[in-house]
């Protein structure tokens, strides 16, 4: 057995069965290995930035950890995107990393560089494999830091001199006991926090229940609803959660606006503000003579619980505050189709009329997303995926992964034009898997969150040529002549109508469609 041949099994042996592979010649090893140990999955992908926001997609649907396979730096480099996507969601993944091998890295050939360094800007945990007996124990440590808690991008870094030569047997998996002992003191500052919270709660002050991490699952949810209802303070989740339980059955939560000014309006004039798996509020960007910092003056800050700890620590204080509190549940409710002109409203309103029950939503049509959230609160019980790092191309990756990790369930990728174009690669993936992945592509021909920041930042000496910048149109990107291109089936939407009948026939087919929904910018 072989290094490459002992890190693969190791994988499986420790769960991590699927691995987003864009390789080159210091992974053949690894590839060759795919052969020795069928129960991997490698899933061909042709830039690393699909194989890299595949992980983070999988990771968010199957709680577990699937492996990248990357070539060299530069390959990493260009998977840095939706790594850091996946480090902000605190998504597990082991991203493996080849080099070149051990004695040929003092010639500094050509695709040399420092790729501990790279690693380290998006990872938790960096190891670089030194010799073929320790890939397997290394692998392991690997699996077991991806998981964490906190659950984080674990790479491990090897040489293709490691992966070819003689390795032992596997390690047993590693687990998490390795870890630091800090029970002790994690559950008396849990109790403090636990007091604190309760103690802002009962005050009769204004006080807001900010949600994220795991507490934004039915768990989570419905104590947090329990807790909102009992004491009357306002229930908010982050702007972009991981994952996001919804729908019928379920209580509803807002979700934190992106726009400063929203979000300030949301968050009122609270006295307290609870953090339970969320990061206290700042605005996304500096803007002239605003301010960063979107906490209310004067209000106080309590963290009851980071992210993996979120759900635990809100069913302890539901049961304090609010014991024998209902949470409310989202109703039922039929959609009437629209008809007429195809806008971001009308199409949402056609999103939540036909959404099927069990899918998973992957969001990523940026300013035609505005109509969403309301046009699909009644809509089937589903699982809502966001651009939780802000880094766009995210959504044809992440839609991918979460196809494969949930393949009995209607994944549903609403994507911006603009971000398609980062990693419409995908598409390729999804044909060549057969994944049944219904893309929509809201086709403004323009980066329209842009124009709108344009405005937003003051830049009044703005003009045509900046604008032009700005503009997706000239030539006009065919999004179906794109998908047909990579075996995706593909159409193209201009009314209601025809938007509503392509994807109740997209979603009633099995296999990837894409539906190109062409829809005015909501941002002039």
């Given at each position: 057995?072989n ?7 190791a ?13 080159g ?18 899933v ?7 194989a ?5 997609g ?21 998977g ?25 890295k ?8 420092d ?10 945990w960096?190891?670089?494999s ?16 991806a ?9 491990l ?18 687990t ?33 229940l ?40 379920l ?5 934190l606006?992106?726009l ?19 990061r ?22 309590h963290?009851l619980?980071e992210p ?25 409710g039929?959609?009437?189709l629209?008809t007429?002109?195809?806008?971001a409203?009308t ?9 099927p ?9 940026n300013t ?25 191309g ?9 196809a ?14 603009g971000?398609?174009m ?7 993936t999804?044909?060549?898997e ?10 403004n ?47 193209r939407?201009?009314t ?9 026939r ?18 002039p």
């Amino acid at each position: 057995m072989n290094g490459a041949q002992a890190l693969i099994r190791a994988l499986v042996d420790a769960g991590v069965d699927v691995c987003f592979a864009n390789p080159g010649t210091s992974e053949m090893h690894f590839v060759a290995a795919l052969d020795a140990v069928p129960e991997m999955r490698g899933v061909l992908t042709l830039y690393e930035g699909v194989a890299t926001g595949a992980a983070d997609g999988y990771a968010r649907m199957a709680d577990r950890p699937a492996a990248t396979l990357l070539h060299l730096g530069p390959g990493l480099a260009n998977g840095l995107s939706n790594l850091h996507n996946a480090r902000r969601a605190g998504t597990p993944v082991v991203n493996v990393v080849g080099d070149h091998a051990t004695y040929h890295k003092r010639f500094d050939a050509p695709l040399e560089s420092d790729i501990d360094a790279i690693a380290g800007a998006v990872s938790g945990w960096v190891r670089r494999s030194d010799s073929a007996a320790q890939v397997a124990s290394d692998t392991a440590a690997a699996v077991a830091a991806a998981f964490g808690p906190p659950a984080q991008v674990a790479t491990l870094i090897l040489p293709a001199d490691v992966s070819w030569s003689e390795a032992g047997e596997p390690a047993a998996p590693a687990t998490a006991a390795g870890q630091s002992d800090t029970t002790g003191q994690v559950s008396a500052e849990a109790g403090e926090a636990m007091a604190a919270a309760a103690k802002a709660l009962r005050s009769g002050e204004p006080c807001v229940l900010l949600i994220g991490g795991d507490a934004t699952r039915e768990a989570g949810l419905r104590s947090a609803s329990r807790i909102a209802i009992a004491t009357d303070a306002k229930l908010l989740c982050e702007t972009f959660p991981t994952r996001l339980e919804r729908g019928v059955g379920l209580p509803a939560v807002e979700r934190l606006g992106y726009l400063a000014e929203m979000a300030t309006y949301q968050l009122g004039e609270a006295k307290h503000l609870i953090l339970a798996g969320a990061r206290s509020p700042v605005t996304f960007f500096a803007y002239p003579d605003k301010p960063s910092d979107l906490v209310p003056q004067g209000c106080e800050v309590h963290v009851l619980a980071e992210p993996s700890y979120a759900n635990a620590a809100l069913a302890t204080l539901a049961d304090e505050v609010a014991a024998g509190t209902d949470a409310p549940l989202a109703p039922s409710g039929h959609i009437e189709l629209p008809t007429g002109e195809l806008t971001a409203e009308t199409s949402a309103i056609v999103v939540g009329a036909l959404l099927p029950e069990a899918a998973v939503v992957v969001d990523e049509a940026n300013t035609s997303s505005l109509f969403l959230p309301t046009a699909t609160a009644s809509a089937p019980r589903h699982d809502w995926l966001t651009l939780t790092g802000g880094s766009i191309g995210y959504g044809l990756p992440a839609a991918t992964g979460a196809a494969l990790a949930c393949p009995d369930r209607p994944i549903l990728c609403l994507e911006a034009d603009g971000s398609a174009m980062y990693t419409i690669s995908a598409l390729w993936t999804q044909a060549r898997e057969n994944l049944d992945i219904t893309t929509i592509i809201y086709h403004n021909s323009a980066y329209a969150i842009l124009r709108m920041e344009l405005q937003r930042v003051g830049a009044v000496e703005s003009g045509d040529r900046a604008r032009a910048l700005l503009d997706l149109s000239g030539p006009t990107l065919d999004f179906v002549a794109l998908a047909t291109g990579m075996g995706v089936p593909a159409s193209r939407a201009t009314t209601a109508e025809e938007f509503s009948d392509q994807l109740a026939r997209a979603i009633a087919e099995p296999g990837p469609h894409l539906i190109e929904a062409v829809v005015p910018s909501i941002v002039p």
